[in-house]
């Protein structure tokens, strides 16, 4: 047996780990690196048409946007995954070679009128990812299934995103069976949809996540409908739109939750009737394969609205909008409304559109809900920038800047000791954190 990091294992993006069983080659997740990257990964120790399997612990990018690069290469295998992950990463992976193509397309063009006719390559294609796409097979949580001779699995949900899972692996090489989990990454307590993450009781080795290992998350934490509540009767009251730049996967349907809270609740009993628009057609997407999967993945608070007939994730005043015409009809809309567009970091998306139109309205909110990284559009706007380039032109920000403090995807330090100590209690120990 052999076990290799491939990648994410001094940096928290494009995660890949390696494993040989026998004549079999799996790989954990094949993810793309995003953001800015210090460090080189591996190269894959077999090329690629070598590789069986591909067990994917859930469907963000940085676990899976390397697939479709896989396929190209040569991979003809079988990707195992989660149902809502197979879904997830149908449109997830749709997106991101859509993405890979404009920007290879707006790159040449650019070295083009450099005297540069040499042209890029997309890192893959949108054939690609399709071919890739079929080779997904889904797998139901808590059942353990033999991917091949020598090789048993199972997934658990670790309430990170619909559908995320850590992966236990029974690996048997002639006598020697070894026991390996894989963490994925680990999802925090008590947020709105998910479930807790579950524990694991025993392994030979455990190979986990620890993008919070140093930290821990602030203080208490409540559902932030109050402040959402005020933010939005503010900004009607200034006969503004409130706009809010989220993650279509994910964050999106965590606002919606909360938005239909408020409108069930009544807590708008003078702007009842408020509109919210999704204007993202891969959010638009997502909510679909959440409410597919909400017996499998949602948690009891979520579930016990569906049984009294309450879908948590839709309201009257929803409106998902989906063709570029129905997008261009919001911005000629003048009523006061709540926009939710993607992407979550204003650099792509959308949401470029609805900045224009509403930064530099003083009557509009600019909410943001999410992580904003250095150098991004939207860290600019919250780091208090005057104005803002959009597609080439300077917009003044007059709009008021709001941000809601949102739960993590990540369990800190102290959930990833807790999942910890799902191992050590069924061996009667105990995990010291060593500061
Ligand atoms: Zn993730």
């Not at 790989?27 to 120790?45: A, H, S, Y």
């Not at 990707?79 to 997830?88: D, R, Y």
């Not at 190979?207 to 932030?224: C, F, I, K, N, Q």
């Not at 080439?392 to 910890?420: F, Q, Y």
Request: with cysteine.
């Amino acid at each position: 047996m052999v076990l290799q990091f491939v990648g994410a294992d001094h940096e928290v993006t494009g995660s890949c780990h390696y494993l040989q069983v026998g004549n079999k080659s799996i790989l954990i997740d094949c993810g793309m690196r995003q953001g800015g990257m210090k460090f080189e990964n591996v190269p894959m120790p077999v090329p690629a048409s070598k590789i069986d399997f591909v067990i994917v612990t859930h469907a963000h990018i940085d676990h899976t946007g390397m697939l479709p690069k896989l396929y190209k290469d040569g991979f003809r295998g079988q990707v195992a995954a989660t149902e809502a992950t197979a879904s997830l990463c149908d449109i997830m992976l749709h997106d991101s070679a859509h993405i890979q193509t404009m920007e290879t397309e707006w790159r040449n063009k650019k070295e083009k009128r450099i005297g540069n006719e040499e042209p890029y390559e997309a890192i893959y294609t949108m054939e690609d990812a399709m071919n890739l796409i079929r080779l997904i097979a889904p797998y139901e949580y808590g059942k353990i299934y033999t991917l091949c001779e020598g090789v048993r699995f199972r997934f658990t949900d670790i309430g990170h995103l619909l559908g995320s899972a850590s992966v236990e692996l029974w690996l048997t090489e002639g006598r020697t069976e070894k026991k390996i989990v894989f963490s994925g990454d680990i999802g925090n307590k008590d947020q709105p949809l998910l479930k807790d993450p579950a524990f694991t009781d025993t392994a030979d080795y455990v190979v986990m996540e620890s993008t919070y290992g140093d930290r821990l998350h602030e203080g208490d934490w409540a559902p932030p409908v109050e402040e959402l509540a005020d933010i939005l009767r503010d900004t009607f009251s200034r006969g503004g739109n409130v706009v809010i730049p989220s993650f279509a996967v994910g964050r999106t349907q965590v606002m919606l939750y909360y938005l239909r809270h408020i409108k069930q609740n009544n807590m708008l009993p003078e702007y009842k009737n408020f509109p919210v628009y999704v204007d993202s057609p891969l959010a638009v997407e997502a909510t679909e394969i959440f409410v597919e999967n909400e017996k499998e993945c949602y948690d009891e608070e979520a579930l016990d609205l569906i049984r009294k007939g309450i879908n948590p994730i839709t309201f009257p005043g929803l409106r998902l909008t989906i063709s570029t015409e129905e997008s261009k009809a919001i911005l000629e809309d003048d009523d006061p409304k709540v926009i939710i567009s993607a992407s979550g970091m204003c650099d792509a998306g959308r949401i470029k559109h609805h900045l224009k139109h509403n930064l530099w309205r003083p009557d509009s909110t600019i909410l943001f809900v999410g992580y904003q990284s250095a150098g991004s559009p939207g860290r600019r706007i919250l780091d208090g920038a005057e104005e803002i380039k959009i597609f080439g032109e300077p917009v003044a920000v007059k709009a008021k800047i709001e941000s809601l403090k949102t739960l993590s995807g990540h369990a800190d330090k102290n959930g990833l000791l807790e999942w910890l100590e799902g191992f050590i209690r069924s061996y009667g120990g105990a995990v010291i954190a060593v500061p």
